[in-house]
């Protein structure tokens, strides 16, 4: 692995962090809005109004653990990172990296979630994340972080308020230093790109093309109130007997289906 301090790693890796300018990109009271939901609720949404494969796209294809179910969702900024806890050549510039590494978080607005991407995987024998590490993030606007490496102190990380999908827990942390940050990383099967939408809950995540953007907060909104409407309730009724359930449920499925159509001219799940 090339060490950070390589010219043409610098190149890439000082280069400007900014998300451009984009009227058409979620806000941050948008962010707020998306968070009511939960991850599968915003993949209703946005399969309404991608060009992409809905089969294969935008979200995590290997299983993630969420270790702090009970905060619920995360919504952010993706803000990149690679480690190699096991390679000891990254430590010779430690504190340089460090420095730099976190003059890039602060550059970009918040939220943000910073991405990591563990190149020793699936071996993953040391942690970027701690008690230390979490708070130092969360002080620089980070609400969380999706790793496909380890972390450890959890109830610390936990009372920080720094959520965590990560592959697994570990007790050390190695020799571990950003490597790499702000360039595309893969995690979970899943490229992520510095400046993404992410929204990632205990069902795993989705790093939203910013291309499905505009409109992804109007089609949550009517995918779950079109649920809500028709299928839901249909599900829910009481004292009725199983044909006129299944009779209710084939008609609600339609009327769904409908309301997907006249909206998006797509007919959605139902």
């Not at 893969?186 to 995540?205: C, M, S, W, Y």
Request: hydrophobic share 40%.
């Amino acid at each position: 692995m090339t060490d950070f301090m390589d010219s043409s790693l610098r190149q890439e890796t000082l280069a400007d962090p900014r998300p451009q300018e984009n009227a058409s990109r979620i806000t941050h009271r948008e962010m707020l809005q998306l968070k009511r939901w939960n991850t599968p609720t915003i993949y209703n949404g946005w399969e309404q109004i991608t060009h992409a494969d809905i089969a294969a796209d935008a979200f995590n294809l290997e299983e993630t653990c969420d270790f702090m179910p009970w905060m619920g969702p995360m919504v952010g900024r993706a803000v990149t990172v690679m480690i190699e806890p096991g390679n000891t050549a990254h430590t010779r510039n430690a504190a340089v990296a460090w420095r730099e590494y976190r003059e890039y978080l602060a550059s970009v607005p918040g939220p943000k979630i910073v991405v990591v991407q563990d190149l020793e995987k699936p071996r993953t024998i040391g942690s970027f994340w701690g008690e230390v590490n979490s708070n130092a993030h969360r002080a620089l606007g980070c609400v969380g972080t999706i790793t496909d490496g380890a972390i450890r102190d959890l109830d610390e990380m936990a009372n920080a308020g720094f959520k965590a999908l990560a592959r697994r827990l570990c007790v050390g942390h190695a020799h571990v230093t950003p490597v790499r940050w702000n360039v595309p990383v893969e995690v979970f099967g899943r490229t992520v790109r510095p400046g993404q939408l992410i929204h990632a809950d205990k069902h795993g995540f989705m790093a939203v093309p910013e291309e499905d953007e505009p409109g992804l907060l109007d089609a949550v909104l009517f995918m779950d109130a079109n649920e809500c409407k028709t299928v839901i309730p249909a599900a829910r009724e009481s004292g009725r007997s199983f044909e006129a359930i299944i009779q209710d449920l084939a008609k609600a499925g339609q009327a769904f289906s409908q309301a997907a159509q006249d909206k998006f001219n797509r007919r959605g799940e139902w």
